[in-house]
């Protein structure tokens, strides 16, 4: 079978959840500027005036687009002001060459999809790169249970046994209760010297600290990255972290 047809639906489909995504924005605008406005009246408004939506995701780009590159000035004053805290571990949370030239600082929540989506990249990385040191900072942000995962891991790195935990977590699935007891097992974790570690002064100021350092770097989620005195945001496979790590040598 041809390749053309499949990349014309493709297409076609890609612009069908464009459309649809636009038209769920400016419903949503639509009803936060008019909350008196009828579901019917803008949906007849947009039947309509179908010019609208891309005008409307075209705004919506601009606006992240801005969001993004004032993230990146406030990184810019910002990472070097805290790059020691940024780069030194909590305990045993890094992997790679402990003496590498560069760092990259990952910020995560166990139960954020799109940092699991990373770690292939993050270990591809690891194992191609013996330049590279990388740094996990627990960054629990998506709820009750994403905390209670964070001080686990912090009790895993006090142990020795970080990634360990670390990647038997996230193969888990969500940071449930039972996951996280799956995982603790799996790395071989003392539990009952782990309990007490997650209810330490250390692990309390440890998250609180992450929690300081994504404020004052203005995060707007997980994962983040600081690598070379750059923020960056969002799910990276290996080339992007290798292109970011490139750019951090030839700014040394």
Not at 149 to 158: D, N, T, Y
Request: charged share 15%.
């Amino acid at each position: 079978m041809s390749s053309a047809p499949v990349r014309g639906t493709l297409a076609l489909a890609g612009t069908m959840l464009m459309s649809a995504l636009a038209g769920a924005v400016l419903f949503a605008l639509l009803l936060a500027w008019m909350p008196g406005l009828a579901g019917p009246a803008i949906r007849g408004y947009l039947l309509e005036h179908p010019e609208v939506l891309p005008e409307a995701m075209d705004r919506l780009q601009a606006r992240e687009n801005a969001r993004y590159e004032k993230a990146q000035a406030t990184a810019q004053k910002v990472v070097p002001q805290h790059l020691t805290q940024l780069q030194t571990p909590y305990a045993g949370a890094w992997a790679g060459n402990p003496q590498g030239d560069v760092t990259v600082v990952a910020f995560m929540d166990y139960a954020c999809g799109y940092c699991r989506a990373s770690l292939p990249g993050i270990d591809e990385l690891i194992a191609k790169d013996p330049g590279v040191r990388v740094v996990y900072r627990e960054y629990p942000v998506l709820g009750p249970e994403s905390g209670v995962a964070a001080r686990w891991a912090l009790a895993a790195a006090e142990q020795g046994k970080f990634r360990a935990f670390h990647d038997a977590l996230y193969a888990a699935g969500a940071p449930s209760v039972e996951n996280i007891a799956i995982a603790a097992d799996k790395a071989g974790l003392d539990k009952a010297v782990a309990l007490r570690t997650i209810q330490s002064k250390p692990v309390e100021a440890e998250i609180a600290a992450n929690h300081q350092l994504g404020a004052a770097l203005a995060m707007t989620g997980t994962p983040a990255w600081v690598i070379g005195g750059k923020l960056l945001s969002g799910a990276r496979d290996y080339a992007g972290l290798a292109a970011a790590v490139a750019e951090a040598r030839a700014g040394k």
